[in-house]
């Protein structure tokens, strides 16, 4: 078997070479998981659909999204701390539903946690007297929270439906090509980002390989980003090339989808919360 193709790039004078995989884009399997390679089990992986026999894993994916649309929407009409204390305590209940950890949650969002965490503090800061706003804070403070109980209950939805059915229930729910272009790209967007993760973290293993660590901030920066866009490019158009070899089709065969007895208490609760959004 030959071996895998080497790429390199420049960057400032220096040349980085790393080596990744150069095949087609990896094929998802039939609940809808895209195959990573093995390398990359050993960080924490990005949230992804986990089969599994939970509660929320047996809901109609057309009634997790009713619930998501109307917590959010809930979520942004009432900022008071109260409100926000009742909806922790549903975002607990849909996460045990769903049976996902927190702990792996909060650690695939850090990134977006950072920006949260950071909200609150640059909102509070004045550049006069009495240097710091506690009201602006506590007001983006409150906002930061709200964008993280929904994050929670979108990872719920993201562990317990697979894509196939993320792209059934948008294709009925808004007919013709909008829900079309709607459901390709949110099947797209789940298994393409994983592929992108993967790449970004081979170059960054590589360069520590080569001590690219000890280069500067703004250096090891513009690398990745640069070596990002370009793997990013190689995969959108062998991407294409696939889809037009595989006969692409607009209105596939999607997998059957039903109504359970568990299904109407759950969308009577997604009622009640897009009705507090305007009440």
């Not at 009495?130 to 993280?148: H, N």
């Not at 196939?164 to 007919?175: E, G, H, L, V, W």
């Not at 993967?198 to 901030?217: H, V």
């Amino acid at each position: 078997m030959a071996p895998p193709r080497t790429r390199s790039a420049t960057s400032t004078g220096s040349r980085f070479a790393f080596r990744a995989d150069d095949g087609a884009f990896p094929p998802a399997d039939r609940d809808g998981r895209l195959e990573t390679p093995t390398t990359a089990r050993t960080e924490t992986p990005m949230l992804t659909y986990e089969p599994d026999d939970t509660f929320a894993h047996r809901l109609d994916p057309r009634t997790k999204l009713a619930v998501q649309i109307g917590f959010a929407a809930t979520a942004l009409a009432h900022p008071t701390p109260w409100a926000l204390l009742v909806l922790s305590a549903l975002t607990g209940l849909v996460m045990a539903g769903a049976g996902v950890s927190l702990r792996r949650t909060l650690v695939a969002y850090r990134f977006a946690l950072l920006v949260l965490a950071l909200a609150p503090v640059l909102s509070g800061v004045t550049l006069g007297a009495p240097w710091f706003d506690r009201a602006a804070a506590t007001a983006s403070g409150l906002a930061s929270y709200r964008v993280l109980l929904v994050l929670l209950v979108s990872a719920a939805y993201v562990r317990s439906t697979p894509v196939r059915d993320s792209r059934a229930a948008i294709q009925r729910t808004i007919p013709g090509k909008p829900g079309q272009l709607l459901g390709v790209g949110v099947a797209l967007v789940f298994r393409f980002l994983p592929v992108l993760r993967s790449d970004l973290r081979t170059i960054r293993e590589t360069m520590a390989a080569r001590l690219g660590t000890e280069r500067g901030a703004v250096d090891r920066a513009s690398t990745i980003g640069m070596l990002g866009l370009s793997r990013a490019f190689d995969r959108a158009d062998r991407l294409s090339l696939a889809l037009q070899a595989r006969c692409f089709a607009w209105n596939p065969t999607l997998p059957p989808l039903a109504f359970s007895r568990a299904d109407y208490p759950v969308l009577v609760v997604a009622v009640v919360l897009a009705c507090s959004a305007v009440i």
